[in-house]
């Protein structure tokens, strides 16, 4: 690759890494024909510009739409950054987009809003027949004045139509409108789109300007779409199927016109499953019968039988599910029920049969639909009368339409049915809800990338190459993968052989207090601040409270439902602190600890996945959908969780000056686990270049290593700790 390279004008830095050459010449290649990419580039490498520079100029060069998206708040900041550098360089139409619910000012629904939106153009376009007329009937009056008679006859038809207009536009403003909106529809907008194109504006920005001129931003935005050269959004613009038709249709581009870009592309997986999951609550269902038994309709006696029927089986399964106690220690988040069996339908579906009793399951089926697509239709009209405060979603429609796919799709592949429980905080009311669990993402992605014209998928941890190009559906993608490009030897990477911390045996105290003795050892051996990863919360603080009572260091712990921001800028505004999270929490990828940030990270333990049913079924379907017997395990449980250990690992080591420690907590992560541990051995579940660095140590010799390793890189400022 030459500097002369096209895309190198949209490149807005002096020069880049070797590594970014590369893999920006081979993606721009693998785009230009149409394939899909798989990008795997250690952090702090520049995965973003390397996948989005060559992106650029193919859309430049073939008429296309570039769409970057992420599930990373903290990764949507990113690139606005990147957007913003690369305008300086090469002007660029960018546009970063959020969903309605992040931007509205009155806060309403999709279907109110809709409503709200038709009222309101329907007010504006009334207004403008109306001064239409106005000015017709001015003119035929000067004719007539003239002597003109058949204006005269003219000018008596318009006035007619007149009247008819001003009753309609009477009727029409008692109606449900959004100023707002109004405003977009009758005010000079280049203003704003003028603004909004002079830089790369955040949607809080566009916001608060839109706000502030009492306009809708997010409309305006919609209709900024089209045309521009870049849309950075959220996966769910790209994942929901039918979010995506519209999202194109405001792109004003077919797919094959879209080329996409994922970033943080290792969570697609559990993303798309997610968006292809259905459920129905107990709630529902309690108010489509109640939506019933006050329609005036020959059809709801129908509906309700067979809702009802549904209904109770739901109650009686979760019920009869319940052993002694088991009712009282439901909480607020919601437990999954098993109701699956591998010889016959779920116990739902068979007790939603056993009480069912009427004229058929799909004549009572069909005439719940009819009727819910009548009353949606009646409360849709209500809202835009304005009879209406909020536009009323119709229950029966959502019940029935659940109903109908639990029995027609409740046996297709990949799909697991399940039923949970949750207690109402403010009623205390235990309730429940049946959930068709979606177990094969490819049913979700393998369409999508069929549609776009290209994908480039780019994480810290794609690899294997050839998982995920099964598990996501891709054809023959490009391959590429880049290790960390700084010096090796301003990094140690240790596989601490302390006791494996199987969930039998984190209660031994012997394995607690070798656990705790290392993770002290390595945190005063740390000139600076030290990262702690963990299992699960419980572990997180397990340890925090243990290292509080020897360590002389500050101990931060993370917590569910506090502001992880908050607590990362307190972390590292210290010096030779320490702090305790989740590996499954939001600290563990997308955030950076930069430079003196954090300077040594631990894993302890191997933090795999919570083995409920829903992990079983994912692995019995990969099992049968992939054909082999651990398929399933290597698949859906440890390439995953080996995924989470090294995103764990890439918070420290970002640039060629940073200095550090990562080590992993548990004799499994050894090589030499293999021969007693089987399946429990992930060593080799590392891509092989990161095998290769991690250095086998036992407990009692990691101080000694680091203190070492530090020593020798003038880490410390003064005196060295004492091992």
Same mark, same amino acid.
């Given at each position: 690759?030459?500097?002369?390279?096209?895309?190198?004008?949209?490149?807005?830095?002096?020069?880049?890494?070797?590594?970014?050459?590369?893999?920006?010449?081979?993606?721009?290649?693998?785009?230009?024909?149409?394939?899909?990419?798989?990008?795997?580039?250690?952090?702090?490498?520049?995965?973003?510009?390397?996948?989005?520079?060559?992106?650029?100029?193919?859309?430049?060069?073939?008429?296309?739409?570039?769409?970057?998206?992420?599930?990373?708040?903290?990764?949507?900041?990113?690139?606005?950054?990147?957007?913003?550098?690369?305008?300086?360089?090469?002007?660029?139409?960018?546009?970063?987009?959020?969903?309605?619910?992040?931007?509205?000012?009155?806060?309403?629904?999709?279907?109110?809003?809709?409503?709200?939106?038709?009222?309101?153009?329907?007010?504006?376009?009334?207004?403008?027949?109306?001064?239409?007329?106005?000015?017709?009937?001015?003119?035929?009056?000067?004719?007539?004045?003239?002597?003109?008679?058949?204006?005269?006859?003219?000018?008596?038809?318009?006035?007619?139509?007149?009247?008819?207009?001003?009753?309609?536009?009477?009727?029409?403003?008692?109606?449900?409108?959004?100023?707002?909106?109004?405003?977009?529809?009758?005010?000079?907008?280049?203003?704003?789109?003028?603004?909004?194109?002079?830089?790369?504006?955040?949607?809080?920005?566009?916001?608060?300007?839109?706000?502030?001129?009492?306009?809708?931003?997010?409309?305006?935005?919609?209709?900024?779409?089209?045309?521009?050269?870049?849309?950075?959004?959220?996966?769910?613009?790209?994942?929901?199927?039918?979010?995506?038709?519209?999202?194109?249709?405001?792109?004003?581009?077919?797919?094959?016109?879209?080329?996409?870009?994922?970033?943080?592309?290792?969570?697609?997986?559990?993303?798309?499953?997610?968006?292809?999951?259905?459920?129905?609550?107990?709630?529902?269902?309690?108010?489509?019968?109640?939506?019933?038994?006050?329609?005036?309709?020959?059809?709801?006696?129908?509906?309700?039988?067979?809702?009802?029927?549904?209904?109770?089986?739901?109650?009686?399964?979760?019920?009869?599910?319940?052993?002694?106690?088991?009712?009282?220690?439901?909480?607020?988040?919601?437990?999954?029920?098993?109701?699956?069996?591998?010889?016959?339908?779920?116990?739902?579906?068979?007790?939603?049969?056993?009480?069912?009793?009427?004229?058929?399951?799909?004549?009572?089926?069909?005439?719940?639909?009819?009727?819910?697509?009548?009353?949606?239709?009646?409360?849709?009209?209500?809202?835009?009368?304005?009879?209406?405060?909020?536009?009323?979603?119709?229950?029966?429609?959502?019940?029935?339409?659940?109903?109908?796919?639990?029995?027609?799709?409740?046996?297709?592949?990949?799909?697991?049915?399940?039923?949970?429980?949750?207690?109402?905080?403010?009623?205390?009311?235990?309730?429940?809800?049946?959930?068709?669990?979606?177990?094969?993402?490819?049913?979700?992605?393998?369409?999508?990338?069929?549609?776009?014209?290209?994908?480039?998928?780019?994480?810290?941890?794609?690899?294997?190459?050839?998982?995920?190009? =099964?598990?996501?559906?891709?054809?023959?993608?490009?391959?590429?993968?880049?290790?960390?490009?700084?010096?090796?030897?301003?990094?140690?990477?240790?596989?601490?052989?302390?006791?494996?911390?199987?969930?039998?045996?984190?209660?031994?105290?012997?394995?607690?207090?070798?656990?705790?003795?290392?993770?002290?050892?390595?945190?005063?051996?740390?000139?600076?601040?030290?990262?702690?990863?963990?299992?699960?919360?419980?572990?997180?603080?397990?340890?925090?409270?243990?290292?509080?009572?020897?360590?002389?260091?500050?101990?931060?712990?993370?917590?569910?439902?506090?502001?992880?921001?908050?607590?990362?800028?307190?972390?590292?505004?210290?010096?030779?602190?320490?702090?305790?999270?989740?590996?499954?929490?939001?600290?563990?990828?997308?955030?950076?600890?930069?430079?003196?940030?954090?300077?040594?990270?631990?894993?302890?333990?191997?933090?795999?996945?919570?083995?409920?049913?829903?992990?079983?079924?994912?692995?019995?379907?990969?099992?049968?959908?992939?054909?082999?017997?651990?398929?399933?395990?290597?698949?859906?449980?440890?390439?995953?969780?080996?995924?989470?250990?090294?995103?764990?690992?890439?918070?420290?080591?970002?640039?060629?000056?940073?200095?550090?420690?990562?080590?992993?907590?548990?004799?499994?992560? =050894?090589?030499?686990?293999?021969?007693?541990?089987?399946?429990?051995?992930?060593?080799?579940?590392?891509?092989?270049?990161?095998?290769?660095?991690?250095?086998?140590?036992?407990?009692?010799?990691?101080?000694?290593?680091?203190?070492?390793?530090?020593?020798?890189?003038?880490?410390?400022?003064?005196?060295?700790?004492?091992?």
């Amino acid at each position: 690759m030459s500097e002369t390279a096209g895309y190198m004008r949209f490149f807005p830095y002096d020069q880049p890494y070797e590594n970014q050459r590369e893999a920006m010449d081979r993606i721009h290649n693998a785009l230009t024909r149409g394939q899909n990419v798989l990008f795997e580039g250690a952090c702090g490498t520049g995965k973003t510009l390397s996948s989005l520079v060559p992106a650029l100029e193919v859309a430049r060069e073939q008429d296309k739409t570039v769409v970057i998206t992420t599930n990373v708040h903290q990764q949507m900041r990113q690139f606005v950054a990147e957007a913003r550098a690369i305008t300086r360089e090469e002007r660029i139409r960018a546009v970063v987009f959020k969903g309605k619910s992040s931007m509205c000012h009155i806060d309403v629904g999709y279907e109110e809003c809709q409503a709200l939106r038709d009222n309101t153009r329907a007010v504006v376009d009334t207004e403008r027949d109306k001064r239409q007329l106005e000015r017709r009937q001015r003119e035929l009056l000067t004719e007539s004045q003239d002597g003109d008679s058949g204006a005269a006859d003219a000018r008596s038809a318009v006035m007619d139509e007149l009247e008819s207009l001003e009753e309609r536009l009477d009727d029409l403003e008692k109606q449900n409108v959004c100023e707002y909106y109004r405003n977009n529809l009758t005010e000079d907008t280049d203003d704003f789109f003028g603004w909004l194109f002079e830089d790369v504006r955040t949607p809080d920005e566009i916001y608060e300007y839109a706000d502030s001129q009492q306009l809708c931003g997010y409309e305006l935005l919609k209709e900024g779409l089209e045309g521009v050269d870049l849309v950075v959004c959220n996966y769910h613009h790209l994942l929901d199927s039918t979010i995506r038709q519209q999202f194109f249709r405001w792109l004003g581009r077919d797919p094959e016109d879209v080329i996409v870009v994922f970033d943080e592309a290792h969570n697609v997986e559990d993303a798309a499953r997610e968006h292809a999951t259905r459920t129905c609550s107990e709630r529902t269902f309690d108010s489509a019968l109640d939506e019933l038994a006050e329609a005036d309709d020959s059809r709801a006696e129908n509906a309700g039988n067979v809702l009802s029927a549904f209904h109770r089986a739901l109650v009686e399964t979760y019920e009869a599910s319940f052993g002694f106690g088991d009712r009282e220690a439901i909480g607020e988040n919601w437990t999954d029920i098993s109701i699956a069996n591998d010889d016959r339908r779920d116990d739902l579906t068979l007790e939603f049969l056993q009480r069912y009793s009427g004229r058929g399951i799909d004549d009572d089926l069909e005439a719940a639909m009819e009727l819910g697509q009548e009353l949606d239709e009646q409360y849709e009209e209500a809202y835009r009368e304005g009879e209406t405060a909020t536009r009323t979603e119709c229950q029966t429609l959502q019940a029935a339409a659940f109903v109908s796919a639990w029995l027609d799709e409740g046996t297709a592949e990949g799909l697991y049915p399940v039923v949970a429980v949750t207690r109402d905080a403010g009623t205390d009311e235990v309730y429940g809800r049946a959930e068709l669990y979606s177990c094969l993402p490819r049913q979700v992605t393998g369409r999508l990338f069929e549609e776009v014209s290209s994908t480039v998928l780019m994480s810290a941890t794609l690899q294997p190459f050839d998982v995920t190009e =099964s598990v996501l559906g891709l054809e023959e993608p490009v391959t590429m993968a880049y290790g960390l490009q700084f010096p090796a030897d301003r990094r140690r990477t240790y596989a601490v052989e302390t006791p494996p911390l199987f969930a039998s045996d984190r209660d031994d105290p012997d394995v607690q207090e070798t656990v705790t003795e290392t993770i002290h050892d390595a945190v005063r051996m740390t000139p600076g601040n030290t990262l702690a990863f963990f299992p699960n919360y419980g572990e997180a603080g397990r340890y925090a409270d243990r290292l509080e009572r020897r360590s002389e260091k500050t101990v931060y712990l993370d917590e569910p439902g506090e502001s992880v921001e908050r607590l990362r800028q307190r972390f590292v505004a210290d010096d030779g602190a320490v702090l305790c999270t989740s590996l499954w929490g939001t600290l563990a990828e997308g955030v950076s600890f930069d430079g003196d940030d954090a300077t040594t990270v631990l894993v302890v333990g191997v933090p795999y996945p919570h083995l409920d049913d829903r992990a079983e079924a994912v692995q019995e379907a990969y099992d049968a959908a992939f054909e082999g017997t651990e398929t399933g395990w290597r698949y859906a449980v440890e390439i995953p969780t080996i995924r989470k250990t090294r995103q764990a690992l890439g918070r420290v080591i970002r640039s060629p000056e940073d200095v550090g420690v990562r080590a992993l907590l548990d004799r499994r992560y =050894s090589r030499t686990a293999k021969s007693d541990l089987g399946r429990y051995s992930v060593n080799s579940t590392f891509p092989h270049e990161e095998r290769e660095e991690l250095l086998d140590i036992d407990p009692e010799k990691l101080k000694f290593a680091m203190l070492n390793f530090y020593g020798d890189h003038d880490a410390y400022d003064g005196e060295s700790p004492r091992p």
